[in-house]
Antibody, heavy 121, light 109 residues
Framework: QVYLVESGGGVVQSGGSLRVTCAAS????????FHWVRQAPGKGLEWLAV????????FYAETVEGRFTISRHNSQNTIFLQMDSLSPDDTATYFC??????????????WGQGALVIVSS | EILMTQSPATLALSPGERATLSCRAS??????LAWYQQKPGQAPRLFIY???TRATGIPARFSGSGSGTEFTLTISSLQSEDFAFYYC???????????FGGGTKVEIK
């Protein structure tokens, strides 16, 4: 059974930092690209970042470029999103999501349940 | 950046009716287009990829069509479990910037 479980969400003050972790189980992450997608309360989906399956390429949405960093630890089967210089506009549920095998970008075929991040002013 | 526009924002239909959802890309995306379903409090779920391929376990009443800039998700006969939000996403753009459309809410009339 495939699982993606996010952790590390919580409340942080404006200007602060937070790292969200995505633990994968039921499969090895080494063949997959991973995305982070967020959803502000009552709003739609916003794509944030992708890290390629080989770890060589990272791409970000303009809204988070320079502030957020996506990374992976293959031996721990874990993906991370480091978020710096947070503002109240970053308040959202953050989803870790898996792309299709051996493709840098593709449809997202599996999603975690999300981690809620609240940035207080 | 390729912008994705979905219409209508809300679709009010009765069970058994046919639903037609539209997604338009601001530039050419070939058939690199996915549809996702999301219910309140849940993660999105992949329903259609490559514009017309159903994901694993998705019922045949769901079908996707289109290419280039115009795409459609059709639900042939709405079941109670189909009332939800639907989002499209293109994954053609390079370097990757792969936004979602704003979503269509399919609600019970």
């Amino acid at each position: 059974q495939v699982y993606l479980v996010e952790s590390g969400g919580g409340v942080v003050q404006s200007g602060g930092s937070l790292r969200v972790t995505c633990a994968a189980s039921g499969f090895s992450i080494t063949a997959y690209s991973f995305h982070w997608v967020r959803q502000a309360p009552g709003k739609g989906l916003e794509w944030l970042a992708v890290l390629s399956y080989d770890g060589k390429s990272k791409f970000y949405a303009e809204t988070v470029e320079g502030r957020f960093t996506i990374s992976r630890h293959n031996s721990q089967n874990t993906i991370f999103l480091q978020m710096d210089s947070l503002s109240p506009d970053d308040t959202a549920t953050y989803f870790c999501a898996r792309g299709m095998p051996l493709l840098v970008i593709s449809a997202i075929d599996f999603w975690g349940q999300g981690a809620l991040v609240i940035v207080s002013s | 950046e390729i912008l994705m526009t979905q219409s209508p924002a809300t679709l009010a239909l009765s069970p058994g009716e046919r639903a037609t959802l539209s997604c338009r890309a601001s530039r050419y995306v070939s058939t690199k287009l996915a549809w996702y379903q999301q219910k309140p409090g849940q993660a999105p779920r992949l329903f259609i990829y490559d514009a017309s391929t159903r994901a694993t376990g998705i019922p045949a009443r769901f079908s996707g069509s289109g290419s280039g800039t115009e795409f459609t998700l059709t639900i042939s006969s709405l079941q109670s479990e189909d009332f939800a939000f639907y989002y499209c996403q293109q994954y053609h753009d390079w370097p990757p910037n792969i936004p979602f459309g704003g979503g269509t809410k399919v609600e019970i009339k």
